[in-house]
């Protein structure tokens, strides 16, 4: 159990577009999603956390208009890259967190998608 | 705040013999500690955690790790090590307390097996 899963896995998109990505667990309810920016060769940082029902909270730093998050469901959550702009490409990894206790505390994460912005 | 170190970069080791990889935190709060292990171009596995009770965890595959409160250490171990371990790994750490295990990392440690 526990597995969480991302689509696209890789996505190349030209500037100014925007870029679309799911993360979605698929044998749990997640009542909180995280989304991670990963840079070669660099730790994750995270960007955002994720409630279902309510507005994601933002790390310092990071835009929320940018970096659109909604979490739908117990299952969804979605990152828009919005006017992509190259500095914009990087290695993005969700996560999820079941619902219930005792697992709450533990956070799975998707495989990941790589995006290429020309 | 919370802050994770992990004092090597890179790790190389000749098939078969022991590795451990370094992890020490700080944090003003009780904490749950985690391994994760990140193949190439692919997301987290959980290796391992520390929640409570035993300080000393072990996973399906021969790694084990041990917290230990006094030195905040959770260094990561294994006896034997093939050339499949070969990964990135990663040290992690949450509060204990409260609704929102938020995870704050180190920088990883790449581990690579030879032959």
């Known amino acids: 159990g526990a597995v969480v899963s991302q689509h696209p896995s890789r996505v190349i998109c030209k500037s100014g577009t925007s870029v679309k990505i799911e993360c979605r667990s698929l044998?749990?309810?997640?009542?909180?999603m995280f989304w991670y920016r990963q840079f070669p060769k660099k730790s994750l940082m995270l960007m955002a956390t994720?409630?279902?029902?309510?507005?994601?909270?933002?790390e310092q730093g990071v835009e929320k208009d940018k970096f659109l998050i909604n979490h739908a469901s117990l299952t969804l959550s979605t990152l828009t890259v919005t006017s992509a702009h190259p500095e914009d490409s990087s290695f993005y990894i969700c996560?999820?967190?079941?619902?219930?206790?005792?697992?709450?505390?533990?956070?799975?994460f998707g495989p990941g998608t790589r995006l290429t912005v020309l | 705040a919370q802050s994770v170190t992990q004092l090597d970069s890179q790790v190389p080791v000749f098939e078969e013999a022991p590795v451990e990889l370094r992890c020490n935190y700080s944090?003003?709060?009780?904490?749950?500690l985690f391994w994760y292990v990140q193949y190439p171009n692919q997301g987290l596995q959980l290796l391992l955690k520390?929640?409570?009770?035993?300080?000393l965890v072990e996973s399906i595959n021969g790694f084990e790790a041990e917290f230990n409160k006094s030195q905040t250490s959770f260094h990561l171990r294994k006896p034997s090590v093939h050339i499949s371990d070969t990964a990135e790994y990663f040290c992690?750490?949450?509060?204990?307390?409260?609704?929102?295990?938020?995870?704050?990392f180190g920088k990883g440690t790449l581990l690579t097996v030879n032959p």
């Open positions: 994720s409630n279902e029902g309510s507005k994601a909270t933002y």
């Open positions: 044998d749990f309810q997640a009542t909180t």
């Open positions: 520390y929640l409570s009770g035993s300080t």
């Open positions: 944090s003003s709060v009780s904490v749950y």
């Open positions: 992690a750490v949450s509060n204990s307390g409260g609704s929102n295990y938020k995870l704050t």
């Open positions: 996560s999820a967190s079941r619902l219930s206790i005792p697992f709450s505390n533990t956070q799975y």
